[in-house]
């Protein structure tokens, strides 16, 4: 994909993908951020957060559920899941 494109033209290549830390995501759910930071994250085909505690997973669903037409799902294999869980519109324990 040309560098140029801007991110909409991106998406409708489909090739764009967000990879944000725990660190990063913390900035990125300020309230002053959280709408940009959804709405680049909604034009993405895939978003991976990673090294993110507890909290910063339900904010992440809670971002999602208030401001979208959307049902949320979690998935979660941990106690360190279970808030996440919890905050979604479905929520899926799975013991392992």
Same mark, same amino acid.
């Given at each position: =994909?040309?560098?140029?494109?801007?991110?909409?033209?991106? #998406?409708?290549?489909?090739? @764009?993908? /967000? +990879?944000?830390?725990?660190?990063?995501?913390?900035?990125?759910?300020?309230?002053?951020?959280?709408?940009?930071?959804?709405?680049?994250?909604?034009?993405?085909? =895939?978003?991976?957060?990673?090294?993110?505690?507890?909290? #910063?997973?339900?904010?992440? @669903?809670? /971002? +999602?559920?208030?401001?979208?037409?959307?049902?949320?799902?979690?998935?979660?294999?941990?106690?360190?899941?279970?808030?996440?869980?919890?905050?979604?519109?479905?929520?899926?324990?799975?013991?392992?």
């Amino acid at each position: =994909a040309n560098s140029k494109q801007s991110p909409s033209e991106h #998406q409708r290549d489909g090739g @764009v993908a /967000l +990879v944000i830390n725990g660190d990063s995501l913390g900035f990125a759910l300020d309230q002053r951020l959280e709408r940009l930071f959804l709405e680049i994250a909604t034009m993405c085909m =895939a978003v991976i957060c990673c090294r993110v505690t507890p909290l #910063q997973k339900a904010q992440v @669903v809670d /971002l +999602v559920k208030r401001n979208k037409k959307a049902v949320t799902l979690s998935i979660g294999d941990g106690a360190n899941d279970v808030s996440m869980i919890k905050t979604a519109h479905i929520g899926v324990g799975i013991s392992g």
